[in-house]
């Protein structure tokens, strides 16, 4: 699933302030620098996480399966090998690399375990990964004012261990964190949101709904979506080595 990233390739980078401060967090347990070790990266996007990777590995493949982030991250971090790959189905020959990356990518797939799996098979013995992930209750502010048929299904932290395990992946440590981020708008959120492309490609709401949706949110007589008080928007998080 792609959902609309591609088609936001070329903002992505000035709305996508969350998916910065999640790599920097998640960055903070890479490895030290290898002359030997090789790193393939999934879900890469135009690179906020691959910066952090470039330069610690022998080898590094940074992919995604939207062709124009590729091109994104190929015009930004030209050192690093690009490749457009499905996370989901990689494709790529058992003991191919020694560390597999991902940040802000899982929490999209529909089947964690098969995904993990397919990854592990491409890990060389003794090889490790690490990724960081959007978990509940992310978004819960949002989450209240949508019909449960456009909620998105955040799983937990336990949840997120559990499919690690069933996958055949160690787990060594994990660690969560909760980041409050105060936006002027309710509308501001929403094109923060759609500005990276992080909207499932599903039927839009009824117009009796949308309605509804803006009576709630237009607060104390508020008649401008752009005047709406503050909305503070949760996010939260869990990597995992």
Known sequence: MMLKFDGKAASYNSHAHIQRDTADWVAEWLPQPSTSDTCLEFGAGTGHFTRHLSGRFAHLEASDIAPHMVEEGERDLPAVHWTQRDAWGPGKDADFCSFIASCSLLQWAADPVTVLRAWRTLLQP?????????????????????????QFPWRTADDWRTHFTDAGFSINRSETKTCNYVYPSVHTLFRRLHGTGATLPQRPLPGEQIRELWGVLKLNGAVDRDKIPDIRGRFCFIKGA
């Open 126 to 150: 003794g090889g490790r990964s690490l990724s960081g992930i959007y978990i509940d209750p992310s978004l819960p502010e949002l989450g209240s004012l949508l019909p449960s048929s456009h």
